[in-house]
Nanobody
Framework: QVQLVESGGGLVQPGGSLRLSCAAS????????MSWYRQAPGKERELVAF????????YYAESVKGRFTISRDNSKITVYLQMNSLKSEDTAVYYC???????WGQGTQVTVSS
């Protein structure tokens, strides 16, 4: 069965950086695009970034463009989200998702606060 385990969240000051990781298993990782979503308190879950199988196509939400970088290491079956210049409005639970299924992991909390 599909498993997605997110890690790397935490408390960071505005302007700081975090790198999220998502370890995947239970499907052929190399065959599917991967996404990062986030859900802030009281808000709907939103797509943050997407990366295709080879990384040849990448999408970013306008709100994170130029600050976040999605990448994947197919040999390690892991997708990453490098987050720089963090703002308070980036505070949310961050989830990774595979295009293979509708499974959601437990997410990792990112809190941006001074």
């Amino acid at each position: 069965q599909v498993q997605l385990v997110e890690s790397g969240g935490g408390l960071v000051q505005p302007g700081g950086s975090l790198r999220l990781s998502c370890a995947a298993s239970g499907f052929t990782f190399n065959n599917y695009g991967m996404s990062w979503y986030r859900q802030a308190p009281g808000k709907e879950r939103e797509l943050v970034a997407f990366i295709s199988v080879t990384g040849g196509y990448i999408y970013y939400a306008e709100s994170v463009k130029g600050r976040f970088t999605i990448s994947r290491d197919n040999s390690k079956i892991t997708v990453y989200l490098q987050m720089n210049s963090l703002k308070s409005e980036d505070t949310a639970v961050y989830y990774c998702k595979t295009s293979y299924s509708d499974y959601w992991g437990q997410g990792t909390q990112v809190t941006v606060s001074s």
